[in-house]
């Protein structure tokens, strides 16, 4: 079982470039998160997709897009990457929102230089 | 909005010692406290849980225990092993549908053989 897929593993991008960061899950969940982690402030929710067809803000959603593609599809698109987005980006997904297990991907690092 | 403490972010144990990592919570609110154990490059994985209508839950060598009066929980791992180096995560919601996740700020654990 695939689980939680996420591409490319490692990026580096210099200040001002695009790129976005794929998601697949093959679990059937409906719910589907994008965090990123730094030394020593855990992770943090950037953006969410309760179900199908609907996407809200986290906590640290300023400089990030997100579509859900379908149900098994969740991107994040970083428009105009900047150094303060370094950091390791983890893709989640869970049955629904509210009590549960979250299943994580394995991450992928990026580098803004 | 929930605001989770986690303490110490560094601990070292002699194998077979036990470990014991705290987390403070804001939000009385929240009900549902999970704990995820992140390995070397991977994502988080769900270790335990607790709802707060619980005071203590134990599987095998990891327990669980939450006051809710001091909004306090904590992990307790008995009879360490080398296998259990990883750094962990507490976090808090209130459960409730479209409440998300707040994530402490990590612990690494090193067991010492």
């Known amino acids: 079982n695939a689980g939680v897929t996420q591409t490319p593993k490692f990026q580096v991008l210099k200040t001002g470039q695009s790129m976005t960061l794929q998601c697949a899950q093959d679990?059937?969940?409906?719910?589907m998160y994008w965090y990123r982690q730094d030394p020593g402030m855990g992770l943090r929710l950037i953006y969410y997709?309760?179900?199908?067809?609907?996407?809200d803000k986290g906590e640290v959603p300023n400089g990030y897009n997100v579509s859900r593609l379908n149900k098994r599809e969740f991107s994040l698109r970083l428009e105009s990457a900047a150094p303060s987005q370094t950091s390791v980006y983890f893709c989640?997904?869970?049955?629904?929102?509210?009590?549960?297990?979250?299943?994580f991907g394995e991450g992928s690092r990026l580098t803004v230089l | 909005g929930e605001n989770v403490e986690q303490h110490p972010s560094t601990l070292s144990v002699q194998e077979g010692d036990s470990a014991v990592i705290k987390c403070t919570y804001s939000?009385?609110?929240?009900?549902?406290f999970p704990w995820y154990k992140q390995e070397l490059g991977k994502g988080p994985q769900l270790i335990i849980d607790?709802?707060?209508?619980?005071g203590e839950k134990k599987d095998q060598r990891i327990a669980v225990t939450l006051n809710k009066t001091a909004k306090h929980f904590s992990l307790h791992i008995t009879e360490t092993q080398p296998e259990d180096s990883a750094v962990y995560f507490c976090?808090?919601?209130?459960?409730?549908?479209?409440?998300?996740?707040?994530f402490g700020g990590g612990t690494r654990l090193m067991v010492k053989p």
């Open positions: 989640a997904s869970s049955p629904g929102t509210g009590f549960g297990e979250l299943f």
């Open positions: 607790i709802r707060s209508n619980v």
């Open positions: 679990m059937n969940h409906n719910s």
């Open positions: 976090a808090a919601s209130t459960g409730n549908a479209g409440n998300m996740l707040t």
């Open positions: 997709s309760a179900s199908e067809g609907t996407t």
């Open positions: 939000d009385s609110a929240s009900n549902y």
